[in-house]
């Protein structure tokens, strides 16, 4: 696979640039870049009846959707699209505030993002009382605590898929059952596993949203919803609710990006030109992700006494994403390195502070992160590594494993 579909890339590419931060949004293919441009220039119009421009943008609308439940292997009636994954997910925050009273119990984990943990916080105003399950040192979930807070009866249960910190992904499925048989609502956050495989959503979820920007898309974001999860909390107050659907009211609100949608297409065109069939567009990018993953894995191995790769070992798989720190390089040095050698990589807490601050006390809880997708290449990779060697020639100390703390909690 190359990066031949995808302009930024090619632009990057032509000027001795690598584009390593794919963690944080992923870059267009040319089909949703047209078909982004096309709607705009000539099939631009609020959805509505009779007219055929309005029919349309409804048509491209219902199309949007289809093809994302498709992709999700689910039905139509159960995904949607929003603004971005942030704002869906304080969308259901609300929704579920309507079941939330004094004294419940919610549970969250030190191994997410902040848009997987501060809407549930926002809970407490109405009287929730909130547990953080805490990590290991590789930024597992602790299961004997999560269990133990199960044992709370919570109300709501948030957890992750995948770590865009440690690139890990969990067994969302187990965790989510059992959160099922306390009786909690089940939310996760699918945004960092979503470009990455094809996705099969355990029936004991209840929610989960994406981005679309993290899927070689625009700036979009999607939800999924279990047919119990619509019933119990998305009702049409009012008669007068645009289109008559209250998701339209709650988790959908307002006018949508039209052209976001035509751009979505265009990345569905990009996936059915890879396979036909997008879930296995999606496995075939697996394949080679996890190549490059192996191969970024066997450096960081062979560097482990002066780079701290942080998660689990990387003798273990993870997605192609990598956050780590040199011994003796403060973060923030190291970040301009790559910089310099025409890098974009990433340096902060990602938006995971608790997760950061748990792995990584040493530096305060800021590391540089590398993340690739399957426009990268192995030979991309090695220039990565050339500036991580270059940073590591003269380390003022190195990393032990007396240095890892044997217990990382909130």
Same mark, same amino acid.
């Given at each position: ?13 032509? @000027? ?33 009846? &009779? ?20 992709? +999700? ?27 939330? %009273? ?26 929730? %009382? ?19 807070? +199960? =044992? ?7 957890? *992750? ?12 499925? /187990? ?16 945004? %960092? ?7 099969? &959503? ?68 990009? +996936? ?5 069939? *997008? ?17 970024? /894995?066997?450096?960081?191995? =062979? ?10 070992? *990387? ?23 790559? %910089? ?36 990268? @290449? ?9 500036? &991580? ?22």
């Amino acid at each position: 696979m190359n990066g031949d579909r995808f302009p930024g890339v090619m632009s990057a590419a032509s @000027s001795g640039c690598i584009l390593a931060d794919n963690g944080a949004g992923a870059q267009l293919p040319d089909t949703a870049l047209e078909r982004m441009q096309r709607y705009l220039a000539y099939d631009n119009a609020q959805k509505g009846r &009779i007219f055929t421009r309005p029919l349309g943008t409804g048509d491209l609308l219902t199309e949007a959707k289809t093809e994302l439940a498709t992709l +999700l292997g689910t039905t139509v009636g159960r995904v949607g699209i929003g603004a971005n994954a942030t704002s869906i997910a304080l969308a259901v925050s609300r929704l579920l505030a309507t079941v939330v %009273q004094r004294g419940d119990r919610i549970v969250v984990t030190a191994s997410d993002h902040e848009a997987n943990i501060a809407p549930w916080v926002w809970l407490r105003r109405f009287g929730a %009382q909130i547990d953080v399950v805490p990590v290991d040192a590789h930024g597992d979930l602790d299961e004997a605590k999560y269990r133990a807070f +199960l =044992e709370r009866a919570p109300v709501i249960v948030a957890l *992750p898929w995948a770590s865009n910190v440690t690139g890990t992904v969990f067994d969302v499925g /187990r965790y989510a059952r059992l959160a099922k048989a306390a009786r909690a609502t089940v939310v996760v956050d699918g945004v %960092q596993a979503f470009p990455h495989f094809a996705l099969d &959503i355990d029936p004991a979820i209840d929610f989960v949203f994406f981005s679309a920007y993290k899927m070689y898309a625009p700036h979009l974001g999607f939800w999924y919803a279990s047919d119990a999860a619509l019933d119990r909390f998305v009702h049409c107050d009012d008669p007068n609710v645009p289109g008559g659907d209250a998701r339209y009211w709650t988790i959908e609100s307002g006018t949508q990006s039209y052209e976001g949608l035509a751009g979505w297409l265009g990345t569905v065109a990009y +996936l059915r030109g890879i396979d036909a069939e *997008p879930r296995r567009a999606l496995e075939l990018i697996a394949d080679y992700e996890e190549e490059l993953s192996a191969y970024a /894995r066997a450096k960081f191995a =062979e560097r482990r006494a002066h780079v701290r790769l942080y998660g689990r070992p *990387p003798e273990r798989n993870r997605l192609p994403l990598f956050a780590f720190n040199v011994a003796g390089v403060p973060s923030l040095e190291l970040a301009e390195r790559f %910089q310099r050698a025409r890098i974009e990589a990433r340096v902060g807490d990602f938006n995971s502070p608790r997760l950061l601050r748990s792995l990584a006390p040493e530096t305060g809880g800021i590391a540089v992160r590398l993340s690739f997708a399957h426009y990268n @290449s192995t030979e991309e990779i090695d220039r990565c590594f050339d500036v &991580i060697d270059a940073a590591g020639e003269t380390p003022a100390e190195s990393f032990n494993e007396s240095d890892v703390p044997e217990r990382a909690t909130r």
